[in-house]
Protein backbone atom coordinates (compact mmCIF):
# COMPACT_ATOMS: atom_id res chain seq x y z
CA UNK A 1 0.00 0.00 0.00
CA UNK A 2 1.67 3.56 -0.99
CA UNK A 3 -0.24 6.30 0.36
CA UNK A 4 0.33 10.21 -0.22
CA UNK A 5 -1.37 13.28 1.50
CA UNK A 6 -1.04 16.64 1.30
CA UNK A 7 -3.01 18.70 4.15
CA UNK A 8 -3.40 22.82 3.93
CA UNK A 9 -4.45 24.63 7.14
CA UNK A 10 -7.81 26.95 6.27
CA UNK A 11 -10.56 25.85 4.64
CA UNK A 12 -9.94 27.08 1.68
CA UNK A 13 -5.86 27.55 0.41
CA UNK A 14 -4.47 30.45 0.17
CA UNK A 15 -4.28 29.98 -3.59
CA UNK A 16 -6.91 31.76 -5.16
CA UNK A 17 -8.43 31.87 -9.11
CA UNK A 18 -6.06 34.46 -9.88
CA UNK A 19 -3.45 32.49 -9.71
CA UNK A 20 -4.28 30.59 -12.37
CA UNK A 21 -3.27 31.25 -15.60
CA UNK A 22 -6.81 30.12 -17.39
CA UNK A 23 -5.09 31.35 -21.24
CA UNK A 24 -2.28 29.10 -21.09
CA UNK A 25 -1.90 26.24 -23.19
CA UNK A 26 -2.63 22.53 -21.85
CA UNK A 27 -0.16 20.26 -21.41
CA UNK A 28 -0.72 16.59 -22.85
CA UNK A 29 -0.33 14.44 -20.07
CA UNK A 30 -0.53 10.41 -20.43
CA UNK A 31 -2.55 8.48 -17.52
CA UNK A 32 0.89 7.55 -15.85
CA UNK A 33 1.23 10.98 -15.47
CA UNK A 34 -2.05 12.27 -14.60
CA UNK A 35 -5.43 11.42 -14.11
CA UNK A 36 -7.34 14.28 -15.26
CA UNK A 37 -6.80 15.81 -18.96
CA UNK A 38 -7.35 19.71 -19.15
CA UNK A 39 -8.62 20.73 -22.84
CA UNK A 40 -7.19 23.39 -24.48
CA UNK A 41 -6.67 27.16 -23.35
CA UNK A 42 -6.83 25.52 -19.90
CA UNK A 43 -5.04 24.46 -16.52
CA UNK A 44 -2.58 22.01 -15.78
CA UNK A 45 -3.68 19.98 -13.19
CA UNK A 46 -0.50 20.72 -11.25
CA UNK A 47 -2.11 24.04 -10.72
CA UNK A 48 -4.93 22.49 -9.26
CA UNK A 49 -2.85 20.49 -6.48
CA UNK A 50 -3.15 23.28 -4.16
CA UNK A 51 -6.78 22.57 -4.16
CA UNK A 52 -6.21 18.89 -2.97
CA UNK A 53 -6.24 18.78 0.45
CA UNK A 54 -6.00 15.02 0.13
CA UNK A 55 -3.88 12.71 -1.95
CA UNK A 56 -3.87 9.54 -1.22
CA UNK A 57 -3.75 5.39 -2.89
CA UNK A 58 -5.17 2.63 -1.62
CA UNK A 59 -4.00 -0.51 -3.95
CA UNK A 60 -5.22 0.96 -7.41
CA UNK A 61 -7.53 3.22 -6.28
CA UNK A 62 -6.76 7.00 -6.02
CA UNK A 63 -8.83 9.26 -3.16
CA UNK A 64 -8.70 12.39 -3.33
CA UNK A 65 -10.50 15.27 -0.84
CA UNK A 66 -10.73 18.86 -2.72
CA UNK A 67 -12.15 21.93 -1.26
CA UNK A 68 -12.60 25.08 -3.77
CA UNK A 69 -13.34 28.72 -3.12
CA UNK A 70 -16.22 30.67 -3.80
CA UNK A 71 -16.83 31.45 -7.55
CA UNK A 72 -13.96 28.54 -8.55
CA UNK A 73 -14.21 27.31 -12.35
CA UNK A 74 -13.03 24.41 -12.93
CA UNK A 75 -12.34 24.21 -16.91
CA UNK A 76 -13.48 21.78 -19.19
CA UNK A 77 -11.65 18.13 -18.63
CA UNK A 78 -12.27 15.00 -18.70
CA UNK A 79 -10.88 11.65 -16.26
CA UNK A 80 -8.73 9.04 -17.75
CA UNK A 81 -9.90 6.56 -14.65
CA UNK A 82 -13.61 5.51 -13.82
CA UNK A 83 -14.49 8.35 -10.61
CA UNK A 84 -17.16 8.23 -7.96
CA UNK A 85 -17.35 11.14 -6.22
CA UNK A 86 -19.39 12.60 -2.85
CA UNK A 87 -20.11 16.60 -2.49
CA UNK A 88 -19.06 16.66 0.97
CA UNK A 89 -20.12 20.58 1.36
CA UNK A 90 -21.56 23.61 -0.57
CA UNK A 91 -22.81 23.08 -4.48
CA UNK A 92 -21.45 23.75 -8.12
CA UNK A 93 -22.56 23.43 -11.67
CA UNK A 94 -21.41 20.54 -13.60
CA UNK A 95 -21.70 21.49 -17.74
CA UNK A 96 -21.59 18.70 -20.19
CA UNK A 97 -22.43 19.71 -23.44
CA UNK A 98 -25.79 21.33 -23.40
CA UNK A 99 -26.29 20.07 -20.15
CA UNK A 100 -25.59 22.01 -17.03
CA UNK A 101 -26.14 19.77 -13.81
CA UNK A 102 -26.57 21.60 -10.45
CA UNK A 103 -24.79 19.40 -7.38
CA UNK A 104 -25.40 19.78 -3.93
CA UNK A 105 -24.25 18.41 -0.51
CA UNK A 106 -24.32 14.32 -0.13
CA UNK A 107 -25.02 14.25 -4.01
CA UNK A 108 -23.38 10.99 -5.00
CA UNK A 109 -21.90 11.53 -8.90
CA UNK A 110 -20.78 8.54 -11.33
CA UNK A 111 -18.36 10.19 -14.13
CA UNK A 112 -17.03 7.67 -16.51
CA UNK A 113 -13.76 7.94 -18.60
CA UNK A 114 -13.28 10.46 -21.32
CA UNK A 115 -16.64 12.94 -20.26
CA UNK A 116 -15.72 16.21 -21.20
CA UNK A 117 -16.89 18.61 -18.54
CA UNK A 118 -16.52 21.47 -16.38
CA UNK A 119 -17.24 22.69 -13.03
CA UNK A 120 -18.69 26.31 -11.37
CA UNK A 121 -18.54 26.50 -7.64
CA UNK A 122 -21.22 29.01 -6.44
CA UNK A 123 -21.20 31.28 -3.44
CA UNK A 124 -20.42 28.53 -0.47
CA UNK A 125 -17.70 26.93 -2.69
CA UNK A 126 -17.91 22.91 -2.17
CA UNK A 127 -15.73 20.34 -0.62
CA UNK A 128 -15.93 16.71 -2.65
CA UNK A 129 -14.24 13.20 -1.78
CA UNK A 130 -13.32 11.78 -4.76
CA UNK A 131 -12.96 7.52 -5.68
CA UNK A 132 -10.84 7.03 -8.93
CA UNK A 133 -11.36 3.64 -10.36
CA UNK A 134 -9.14 2.49 -12.84
CA UNK A 135 -10.50 0.73 -15.76
CA UNK A 136 -9.13 -3.16 -15.20
CA UNK A 137 -10.86 -3.10 -12.41
CA UNK A 138 -14.36 -1.56 -13.68
CA UNK A 139 -13.57 -4.49 -16.52
CA UNK A 140 -13.89 -6.92 -14.20
CA UNK A 141 -17.10 -5.89 -12.56
CA UNK A 142 -18.20 -5.20 -16.22
CA UNK A 143 -19.82 -8.63 -16.58
CA UNK A 144 -22.49 -7.77 -13.79
CA UNK A 145 -23.32 -4.05 -14.11
CA UNK A 146 -22.38 -1.57 -16.44
CA UNK A 147 -23.08 1.54 -14.24
CA UNK A 148 -19.71 2.71 -13.94
CA UNK A 149 -20.33 3.73 -17.84
CA UNK A 150 -23.14 6.29 -16.61
CA UNK A 151 -22.79 9.46 -16.26
CA UNK A 152 -25.40 10.04 -13.93
CA UNK A 153 -26.02 11.74 -10.58
CA UNK A 154 -28.26 9.21 -7.84
CA UNK A 155 -30.29 10.75 -5.23
CA UNK A 156 -30.17 8.01 -2.40
CA UNK A 157 -29.09 8.60 0.84
CA UNK A 158 -27.90 5.32 1.16
CA UNK A 159 -25.12 5.74 -1.80
CA UNK A 160 -24.26 9.12 0.71
CA UNK A 161 -23.76 6.85 4.13
CA UNK A 162 -21.52 4.20 1.67
CA UNK A 163 -19.41 6.69 0.22
CA UNK A 164 -18.89 8.55 3.96
CA UNK A 165 -17.45 5.01 5.03
CA UNK A 166 -15.07 5.58 2.38
CA UNK A 167 -13.98 8.86 3.17
CA UNK A 168 -13.66 8.07 6.89
CA UNK A 169 -11.49 4.70 5.67
CA UNK A 170 -9.46 6.92 3.16
CA UNK A 171 -8.88 9.35 6.45
CA UNK A 172 -7.30 6.51 8.58
CA UNK A 173 -5.30 3.95 5.99
CA UNK A 174 -3.80 0.84 6.89
CA UNK A 175 -2.59 -2.74 5.83
CA UNK A 176 -6.06 -3.99 5.41
CA UNK A 177 -7.71 -0.55 4.11
CA UNK A 178 -7.33 -2.19 -0.35
CA UNK A 179 -10.04 -4.59 1.11
CA UNK A 180 -12.89 -1.96 2.91
CA UNK A 181 -12.10 0.22 -0.22
CA UNK A 182 -12.69 -2.85 -2.86
CA UNK A 183 -15.65 -4.13 -0.68
CA UNK A 184 -17.25 -0.49 -0.62
CA UNK A 185 -16.61 0.05 -4.32
CA UNK A 186 -18.99 -3.33 -5.25
CA UNK A 187 -21.36 -2.22 -2.48
CA UNK A 188 -22.24 0.93 -3.70
CA UNK A 189 -21.85 -0.34 -7.85
CA UNK A 190 -24.53 -2.84 -6.67
CA UNK A 191 -26.68 -0.48 -4.78
CA UNK A 192 -26.55 1.87 -7.89
CA UNK A 193 -27.49 -0.70 -10.29
CA UNK A 194 -30.25 -1.47 -8.49
CA UNK A 195 -31.50 2.49 -8.19
CA UNK A 196 -30.97 3.09 -11.91
CA UNK A 197 -33.24 -0.29 -12.46
CA UNK A 198 -35.95 0.63 -10.38
CA UNK A 199 -35.93 4.17 -12.09
CA UNK A 200 -35.98 3.13 -15.20
CA UNK A 201 -38.76 0.48 -14.31
CA UNK A 202 -42.90 0.49 -14.45
CA UNK A 203 -43.75 3.68 -12.99
CA UNK A 204 -45.70 2.88 -9.36
CA UNK A 205 -49.59 3.87 -9.88
CA UNK A 206 -50.39 7.06 -9.04
CA UNK A 207 -52.36 5.90 -5.73
CA UNK A 208 -48.86 4.84 -4.82
CA UNK A 209 -46.89 8.05 -5.43
CA UNK A 210 -49.06 9.57 -3.20
CA UNK A 211 -48.90 7.23 -0.37
CA UNK A 212 -45.38 7.76 -0.89
CA UNK A 213 -45.39 11.22 -1.16
CA UNK A 214 -47.53 11.13 2.22
CA UNK A 215 -45.05 9.50 4.46
CA UNK A 216 -41.98 11.74 3.10
CA UNK A 217 -44.48 14.66 4.54
CA UNK A 218 -45.24 13.10 7.79
CA UNK A 219 -42.12 10.72 8.27
CA UNK A 220 -41.80 11.62 12.44
CA UNK A 221 -45.70 10.94 13.14
CA UNK A 222 -46.83 8.09 13.95
CA UNK A 223 -48.73 6.61 10.79
CA UNK A 224 -50.17 3.40 10.48
CA UNK A 225 -50.79 0.97 7.30
CA UNK A 226 -54.28 1.49 7.82
CA UNK A 227 -54.60 4.59 8.06
CA UNK A 228 -52.03 5.49 4.95
CA UNK A 229 -54.33 2.49 3.01
CA UNK A 230 -57.73 4.35 3.71
CA UNK A 231 -56.60 7.68 2.36
CA UNK A 232 -55.60 6.22 -0.95
CA UNK A 233 -58.54 3.43 -0.84
CA UNK A 234 -56.95 0.42 -0.99
CA UNK A 235 -56.74 -2.39 1.06
CA UNK A 236 -53.51 -2.24 3.84
CA UNK A 237 -52.35 -5.83 2.46
CA UNK A 238 -52.51 -4.17 -1.12
CA UNK A 239 -50.62 -1.07 -0.31
CA UNK A 240 -48.15 -3.29 1.35
CA UNK A 241 -47.46 -5.53 -1.27
CA UNK A 242 -47.43 -3.22 -4.05
CA UNK A 243 -45.17 -0.64 -1.84
CA UNK A 244 -42.68 -3.41 -1.80
CA UNK A 245 -42.61 -4.58 -5.54
CA UNK A 246 -42.35 -0.61 -6.32
CA UNK A 247 -39.78 0.67 -3.91
CA UNK A 248 -37.95 -2.49 -3.06
CA UNK A 249 -38.74 -2.29 1.27
CA UNK A 250 -41.29 -2.28 3.41
CA UNK A 251 -43.26 0.97 4.50
CA UNK A 252 -41.64 0.65 7.27
CA UNK A 253 -38.34 0.62 6.56
CA UNK A 254 -39.24 3.56 4.38
CA UNK A 255 -40.59 5.48 7.23
CA UNK A 256 -37.08 4.68 8.74
CA UNK A 257 -35.01 5.66 5.82
CA UNK A 258 -36.90 8.67 5.84
CA UNK A 259 -35.95 9.80 9.40
CA UNK A 260 -32.45 8.96 9.05
CA UNK A 261 -32.09 11.23 6.16
CA UNK A 262 -33.77 13.95 7.37
CA UNK A 263 -31.61 13.35 10.97
CA UNK A 264 -28.08 12.99 8.97
CA UNK A 265 -28.74 16.09 7.32
CA UNK A 266 -29.82 18.26 10.65
CA UNK A 267 -26.70 16.88 12.09
CA UNK A 268 -24.37 17.30 9.42
CA UNK A 269 -25.66 21.15 9.22
CA UNK A 270 -26.10 22.43 12.81
CA UNK A 271 -24.89 22.06 16.26
CA UNK A 272 -28.12 21.67 17.65
CA UNK A 273 -27.96 18.59 20.43
CA UNK A 274 -28.65 15.37 18.28
CA UNK A 275 -31.39 14.38 21.16
CA UNK A 276 -33.00 17.53 20.20
CA UNK A 277 -32.81 16.35 16.45
CA UNK A 278 -33.80 12.60 17.32
CA UNK A 279 -37.13 13.76 18.33
CA UNK A 280 -37.34 15.82 15.94
CA UNK A 281 -37.15 12.97 13.38
CA UNK A 282 -39.54 11.06 15.44
CA UNK A 283 -37.40 8.77 17.03
CA UNK A 284 -37.82 8.09 21.16
CA UNK A 285 -34.80 9.11 21.80
CA UNK A 286 -31.23 9.76 21.21
CA UNK A 287 -30.20 6.05 21.89
CA UNK A 288 -32.91 4.60 19.56
CA UNK A 289 -31.69 7.12 16.57
CA UNK A 290 -28.03 6.25 17.26
CA UNK A 291 -28.87 2.51 17.09
CA UNK A 292 -30.51 2.99 13.92
CA UNK A 293 -28.18 5.69 12.42
CA UNK A 294 -25.21 3.70 12.86
CA UNK A 295 -27.06 0.48 11.73
CA UNK A 296 -28.53 2.02 8.37
CA UNK A 297 -25.50 4.13 7.96
CA UNK A 298 -22.43 2.07 9.72
CA UNK A 299 -21.38 5.42 11.38
CA UNK A 300 -22.87 6.83 14.85
CA UNK A 301 -24.25 10.65 14.51
CA UNK A 302 -21.18 11.55 15.94
CA UNK A 303 -18.89 10.69 13.49
CA UNK A 304 -21.31 11.36 10.79
CA UNK A 305 -21.25 15.18 12.12
CA UNK A 306 -16.91 15.02 12.28
CA UNK A 307 -16.75 13.82 8.72
CA UNK A 308 -19.76 16.08 7.33
CA UNK A 309 -17.99 18.88 8.40
CA UNK A 310 -14.76 18.14 8.03
CA UNK A 311 -12.85 21.64 7.20
Known sequence: MVFISKWIGSRYSACTIESVTLDM??????????RVVYCAKSVTPPQLDPFHVMQRKSAEFYLTESVF?????????S????????????????????????????????T??????????????????????????????????????????????????????????????DSVSPLVIEGGLLEIIAAASRLSFRETARTPPAWLKTASEMLREQFAEHLTLSEMAKSVGVHPAYLATAFRKYYACSVGGYIRR????????????????????????GFADHSHLSKTFKRLTGLTPSQHRSLARRS
Open 69 to 77: PPGFHVPRH
Open 112 to 173: PIDQPHADTFHDSGGRCFFVEIPSGWAERVRDYSTILESNIELQSKSLSWLMMRLYREALNL
Open 25 to 34: EATEVTQELA
Open 79 to 110: HQYHCIYLVLEGSFSETQGRKDRRRERFDVVL
Open 258 to 281: LRIEYASKEIASSDEPITNIALRA
